[in-house]
């Protein structure tokens, strides 16, 4: 067995990581182990995993939204006022377990708000790295929203997000995926990438213009965010407006820029594609 698959056992067998998507714990341990000698290999892996995964707080947060969704069993039967209230309240507290729709939570409104404006009313999105993202579905100022592909690389989190799609109503469409390596093939109207290709153009360099061209969408919804975790800017917002530009600027086939704005702690980029995927 080589040194890779040995790591990788250990990786998925730890507390912390057992529910990381096993493709792409395989793929993190076999790239550090060609980087690093024998011994510090183990450390390289969790260090990068940590990046990628387990800097946003994870944990007891499934076990403690688990419960939150199970105090929602009588709002399925009232479909009322009081009901959409409760419904709400209970989502606002899941969306506060998780560090990256945490911050979002104050300006949800706007976001989504500025996002339809200029998409208009979808059937169908595809939000890749979603974490919790599903649980924001009421603050969505349009109806008519039928299939929600939501990929993650936490298995926990894809059987949450399944478990609120079926007390919505809507099919379950939530499931993993290593985005540096695999492209989601279905065609969408939006795929929203919150926040995620730094991420991935840290693991992969280039990685991120050949994923917009492949995404079979008619709009890309993108954000990079202006402030660390622990509220630093760091000149993020410069950095990254002028890194995401230039590389859509230089792409070929040619993107579209619909509309760009800074909403919170996000810069917000609305794309659609040259030609249609539809």
Known sequence: ??????????????KKYSMLYS??????????????????QLKAVKSSLHTIYGAYGFGEIHKKANRLLDSLGSWQSEQNKSGLALQKDIFERV???????RERMTYLTEFYGFIF???GS????????????PFTIPWFPVKGLEKYYALDIDKA????????????????????????????PTAVEAAFLFKLLPVIERQAKGRCIQL???????????TYPTKSLSGKEKGMQEFYS??????ISSATPAFRLVAKREIGNELVYILSKSRSYM
């Open 95 to 101: 969306l506060s377990l998780h560090a990256s729709t």
């Open 242 to 247: 002028a890194t995401f530009e230039g590389m």
């Open 117 to 119: 404006e200029h998409i």
């Open 212 to 222: 917009l061209n492949e995404i079979n969408a008619k709009f890309l919804v993108i």
């Open 23 to 40: 493709p792409l714990v395989l793929r993190v341990c076999e790239g550090e182990c060609k980087k690093h000698p024998k011994k510090e």
């Open 1 to 14: 067995m080589s040194d890779a698959l040995i790591i990788c056992e250990k990786v998925l067998a730890s």
């Open 122 to 133: 979808v059937e169908s999105v595809l939000d890749i790295g979603c974490g919790f993202n």
């Open 157 to 184: 989190t894809a059987e949450l997000n399944n478990r609120l799609f079926g007390l919505l109503g809507k099919p379950l469409l939530a499931s993993c995926v290593d985005i540096v390596i695999e492209t989601p």
